[in-house]
């Protein structure tokens, strides 16, 4: 089994930044690609950043030159930083991953998710 933890959520103002970290932990053979997700409420949930393993990285459009994805695979941790946010960025973060166990079997896991509030 493997677990996700989310980390560095909370309420900032306008134009601040916040830093997200989730740890993956369990039994790791390999993570291959890794991401973020935003539902807020009444909305869907939607694909905020992703770091696939060969490096790139892709974007929610509107995040687009203020968010960075970035990951430590020495670690199984990922991060979101989020610098000039706005209070349309406030949701519920999710983090996921595309695990491969030491059985060699794939499955997606999801984070709890943290609370990111963005204050006008």
């Known amino acids: 089994q493997v677990q996700l933890v989310e980390s560095g959520g909370g309420l900032v103002q306008a134009g601040g930044s916040l830093n997200l970290s989730c740890s993956a932990s369990?039994?790791?053979?390999?993570?291959?690609?890794m991401g973020w997700y935003r539902q807020a409420p009444g909305k869907m949930r939607e694909s905020v950043a992703r770091?696939?393993?060969?490096?790139?990285?892709t974007y929610l459009d509107s995040v687009k030159g203020r968010f960075t994805i970035s990951r430590d695979d020495a670690k199984n941790t990922w991060y979101l930083q989020m610098n000039s946010l706005k209070p349309e960025d406030t949701a519920v973060y999710y983090c996921?991953?595309?695990?491969?166990?030491?059985?060699?079997?794939?499955?997606?896991?999801w984070g709890r998710g943290t609370q990111v509030t963005v204050s006008s």
């Open positions: 770091a696939v393993s060969g490096g790139s990285t």
């Open positions: 996921n991953a595309d695990v491969q166990s030491v059985a060699r079997s794939r499955t997606v896991y």
């Open positions: 369990g039994s790791i053979f390999r993570i291959f690609d």
